[in-house]
């Protein structure tokens, strides 16, 4: 899951570089690329044992 939001974040920067131009929906993307990966982590601490 982690290599998914990785992926989806690198795209969304390199489409926002790319373009050389803010563009909203791009970082409302990058945004939720973020909070995906904070959201799976903070549910990977929750499981017992997954880091034995």
Same mark, same amino acid.
């Given at each position: 899951? @982690?290599?998914?939001? *990785? ?10 570089? !790319? !373009?050389? !131009? $803010?563009d909203a929906i791009e970082f *409302?993307? #990058? =945004?939720?690329? #973020? #909070? @995906?990966? =904070? =959201? #799976?982590?903070?549910?990977l601490f929750q499981v017992p044992? =997954? $880091?034995?």
């Amino acid at each position: 899951m @982690y290599i998914y939001g *990785a992926s989806g974040l690198w795209t969304h920067t390199q489409e926002m570089m !790319k !373009k050389g !131009k $803010f563009d909203a929906i791009e970082f *409302a993307n #990058i =945004v939720l690329d #973020i #909070i @995906y990966h =904070v =959201v #799976i982590t903070i549910m990977l601490f929750q499981v017992p044992g =997954v $880091f034995r």
